[in-house]
C-alpha cells in the first residue's frame, strides 16, 4: 500500500513522541544510577547528570555496611602522577604496583580471616 504526505508526518509524530515518552521514563532512572555513583556533595549540587561526575562507592559501601555486611573498597586512586593512568587506554597491567597489591591482598586476607573466625 502506497502511504502519501500525511500518512508519513503522522508515523513521524508519534515517533518522536514515543521517543520523547521512553526518554522521560528512562531518564529518572539512569539519574538514580548515576547519582548511587556520586559523591553526595556533588550530588547536591544539582544539575543534569546522566554520568557521575565525581565517581566513588562510597554510597555502596555504606549502604552494604548499614546492613552489617562488612564490605570493604579495594581501589586504588594513586595510579601514575596525578592518578592520569586511571581507566584511561594507559590503564595496563605494567603500570600495577606491587605495594597497593599487597597492601590489597592483606586486606582482603585480614577480613576472610575475621569472617571466618580463624584470625591468627
Not at 33 to 54: E, K, Q
Request: charge should be negative.
Amino acid at each position: 500500500m502506497k502511504k502519501n504526505l500525511s500518512d508519513g508526518i503522522t508515523e513521524g509524530v508519534i515517533l518522536a513522541v514515543l521517543i520523547l515518552f521512553a526518554l522521560s521514563t528512562l531518564y529518572p532512572f539512569v539519574y538514580f544510577l548515576a547519582c548511587s555513583f556520586n559523591t553526595a556533595s556533588d550530588t547536591m549540587r544539582g544539575g543534569f547528570i546522566v554520568f557521575p561526575r565525581c565517581f566513588t562507592l562510597d554510597n555502596y559501601k555504606a549502604a552494604f555496611q548499614n546492613a552489617g555486611i562488612p564490605a570493604i573498597d579495594l581501589i586504588d586512586f594513586e595510579y601514575g602522577p596525578d592518578n592520569i593512568y586511571w581507566h584511561t587506554a594507559g590503564d595496563t597491567v605494567d603500570k600495577l604496583s606491587a605495594d597497593s597489591l599487597g597492601i590489597s591482598a592483606a586486606i582482603a586476607l585480614k577480613m576472610v580471616w575475621k569472617l571466618t573466625g580463624m584470625e591468627p
